[in-house]
C-alpha cells in the first residue's frame, strides 16, 4: 500500500513520547544566561507569523539544542535531541499526531497488512506510559487476559515507565516461542497484575465467522487492506453453510480500534445500498470529502444487529455510525470510544514519517463524534455492575474538540422491534464470566442473537440459562469460537485534530433494572455451528 497522503482513522499507533515538564532548576555561572534568552523569546507576539518571530524562534531553539549537547549530564546526540523534539512539537496538538522513526513508520507497515513476531498487543504512550489499546484477537496476549486500559510498568520485573515507547515496543517482541513477563496495572485491581506469555508469530487476522443455527456471525477485529475482502470471504462461506438461507447477521465491532478510513467505507458500502457514509471536513474547504454507497446490499436486506463497546473507536465508529444513520441496523452494547478524527501519513523520504491530524469526520446525518461516541440502540453492558471501559477520547489530554456537526443525536428511530424494550441493561448477578471457548457466556452476543431472530421473524427463546459450574455450555470447536472484545478498561488510540468550541455533553447512557426478572427455564444458548 502506499502511505502517502494516506488516511488512517485507526486508534492504536506507535509513537514516541513528550518531555513531560521538569522542575525548573538553575545554578550560578554559565547557566545565568537562560533567563534573559528564554525572556526575549517571549517578548514576541505569539500571534506573529513574521519572518522576524521565526527567526528568533529558530535561534532559541538552535541555542538549546548546543546548550543541551554541551552540558547534559551524559552524552546525547543531535538526532535523538531532533527526534524528541519532532515528537514533543506533534505530540503536544492532541493526543493522535505523531512523528515516527523509520523504525515506527515500519511498524505501522506491518500493522496495516503482514505478520510480526510478538505478544499481540497495540499500545499507545500516554504521559510517559505504556497503555494497552487492545489485545489482537487470538494472540498471547488475549489469551493471557490482558485488557484493553491496563498499563503496562514492567517488563522482565524491569521498570519501563518513562522509556520511548518504540523501545519498550522492541522489547516485547522477539523470537516466538520466548517467554517474557508484563507488570501491569489495571484500575479496580488491587495489585499489581503479573503475566507471563510465550511470544509468537502474530498474524494480522482480522476477519472471522461463526454460524448460529441460522444466523451468521462475523467479527472485524481491525480496519487493514484486508479487512473487506475478508469480510465478503466470511459472508459468502456463511451464505454456502446455509445454502443462501441465512436469517439475519451479526456484526462484532467490539474492541476494533479502527485503522484505514478506505476500508471503513468499502465495508459500510457492503451493507447501505445508497446515501452517504461519511464525510470529512479539513482546515481547507478544498480538502473536505464526502463519499457514498456503491449501490449494494450484500446481504440483500437482511436484518443485522452490530456489537459495539468502549474499545470500538474510528473506522469501527464510521461503520456503526452509517449503520446507525441509515437505520440499517441495531447497535447493541456499550457507548463507543467516541475519536472523530482522521490521520494523514505523510512520508519523510529517508527518514520516517509524520502522523498529521488533518480533519474531523462526520456520520451521514451530518454528526460529529469526536469525544461523544454513538450510543448502542439497545444498552446492554458487558458484565453485571460493571461501567464498562472507563476512559474514551474525551477523557485524554488535548483532544480536539467537538466542532461543525449539526447535532450530537442519531436520527430518532421507530424501527426497532419490539423485544428491544425487554432485553436486560446488564447481565443477572451470578452470570459466569467470559469464556472465549464457551461463546453461551458472551451476554452482549447472547442478546444481540435474540435480537436478530426477532428481526427476522423467527421464534425467540426467553433469557438464556445461566451455567455454573455444575452446568456446562454445550461444547464449541475451537475453530468456530468467535472471538469477543477484550473486556472493559480503556481504549485509546490515534488520530485527532484542531479544535475549538467546548466539547458538547455526551448524553447520558440508559440505565436498566439491576437484575432481569426471573423467566422460565429456556433453550441452551446459541452456540455456533461446524463452518
Keep these: 500500500m502506499k502511505f502517502r497522503n494516506g488516511l488512517l482513522i485507526g486508534c492504536a499507533f506507535l509513537a514516541g513520547i513528550a518531555a513531560a515538564p521538569q522542575i525548573a532548576h538553575y545554578s550560578a555561572g554559565r547557566w545565568g544566561v537562560i533567563a534573559p534568552m528564554a525572556h526575549a523569546a517571549d517578548t514576541v507576539s505569539k500571534d506573529d507569523n513574521s519572518p522576524h518571530e521565526i527567526e528568533q524562534l529558530m535561534f532559541l531553539f538552535g541555542y538549546v539544542l548546543e546548550k543541551v549537547k554541551a552540558n547534559y549530564v551524559e552524552p546525547v546526540s543531535t538526532r535523538d535531541l531532533i527526534t524528541n523534539a519532532l515528537n514533543g512539537m506533534l505530540s503536544g496538538l492532541d493526543p493522535h499526531s505523531s512523528y515516527m522513526t523509520e523504525k515506527q513508520f515500519s ?31 487470538d494472540t498471547p496476549a488475549a489469551r493471557a487476559g490482558i485488557k484493553p486500559g491496563d498499563f503496562i510498568v514492567a517488563i522482565d520485573g524491569k521498570n519501563i515507565d518513562g522509556q ?29 497484575v503479573i503475566v507471563t506469555l510465550t511470544r509468537a508469530i ?40 446455509t445454502h443462501n438461507r441465512m436469517a439475519g447477521l451479526i456484526i ?98 529517508g527518514e520516517g514519517a509524520i502522523r498529521l491530524t488533518t480533519a474531523r469526520y462526520y456520520t451521514p446525518s451530518g454528526r460529529s463524534i469526536q469525544g461523544l461516541g454513538i450510543m448502542p440502540d439497545i444498552p446492554v453492558r ?38 428491544a424494550r425487554s432485553i436486560p441493561a446488564q447481565p443477572p448477578a451470578n452470570w459466569p ?47 468456530s469460537v468467535p472471538p469477543r472484545a477484550a473486556a472493559p478498561a480503556s481504549p485509546t488510540t490515534t488520530p485527532a485534530t484542531p479544535a475549538t468550541p467546548a466539547t458538547p455533553t455526551a448524553p447520558a447512557e440508559k440505565e ?19 463452518p
Design 382 to 419: 458487558e458484565a453485571h455492575d460493571d461501567a464498562g471501559y472507563s476512559i474514551h477520547e474525551a477523557d485524554l489530554a488535548h483532544i480536539i474538540k467537538n466542532r461543525g456537526g449539526n447535532t450530537a443525536q442519531p436520527p430518532s428511530r421507530t424501527d426497532l422491534p419490539a423485544i
Design 164 to 192: 520511548p515507547l518504540d523501545q519498550v515496543v522492541t522489547q516485547m517482541r522477539g523470537k516466538p516461542d520466548t517467554r517474557i513477563t508484563l507488570t501491569l496495572i489495571r484500575e479496580k485491581a488491587p495489585k499489581p
Design 433 to 479: 464470566t467470559f469464556d472465549p471457548t464457551k461463546p453461551t457466556t458472551d451476554f452482549q452476543l447472547q442478546e444481540g442473537l435474540r435480537v436478530v431472530r426477532s428481526m427476522a421473524g423467527l421464534p425467540v427463546a426467553a433469557e438464556p440459562p445461566i451455567h455454573d459450574d455444575k452446568t456446562q455450555a454445550t461444547p464449541v470447536p475451537s475453530a
Design 202 to 241: 502474530i498474524p494480522l487476522q482480522v476477519i472471522k465467522s461463526a454460524l448460529y443455527d441460522n444466523i451468521g456471525y462475523i467479527r472485524i477485529a481491525q480496519f487493514n487492506e484486508e479487512t473487506q475482502s475478508g469480510l465478503l470471504a466470511a459472508y459468502k462461506k456463511l451464505q454456502a453453510q
Design 252 to 349: 462484532d465491532l467490539r474492541s476494533d480500534p479502527g485503522g484505514l478510513l478506505t476500508q471503513a467505507i468499502d465495508v459500510g458500502s457492503d451493507f447501505i445500498r445508497s446515501g452517504e457514509i461519511v464525510s470529512t471536513r479539513a482546515r481547507h474547504p478544498q480538502d473536505s470529502q464526502r463519499w457514498d454507497a456503491h449501490n449494494t446490499d450484500i446481504t440483500g436486506g437482511l436484518p443485522i444487529v452490530v456489537l459495539i463497546n468502549g474499545g470500538s473507536a474510528s473506522a469501527s465508529e464510521i461503520v456503526a455510525g452509517a449503520l446507525q444513520d441509515h437505520q440499517r441496523a441495531v447497535l447493541l452494547g456499550e457507548k463507543t470510544f467516541g475519536k472523530g478524527s482522521v490521520q494523514t501519513i505523510l512520508p519523510i523520504p
Design 512 to 530: 436498566g433494572p439491576t437484575t432481569p426478572p426471573p423467566v422460565p427455564p429456556a433453550p441452551t444458548p446459541a452456540v455456533p455451528a461446524h
Design 107 to 137: 511498524d505501522l507497515q506491518v500493522q496495516t497488512k503482514g505478520s510480526f513476531g510478538g505478544l499481540g498487543l497495540e499500545v499507545q504512550g500516554e504521559d510517559g506510559h505504556v497503555r494497552v489499546v487492545s489485545p489482537i484477537d
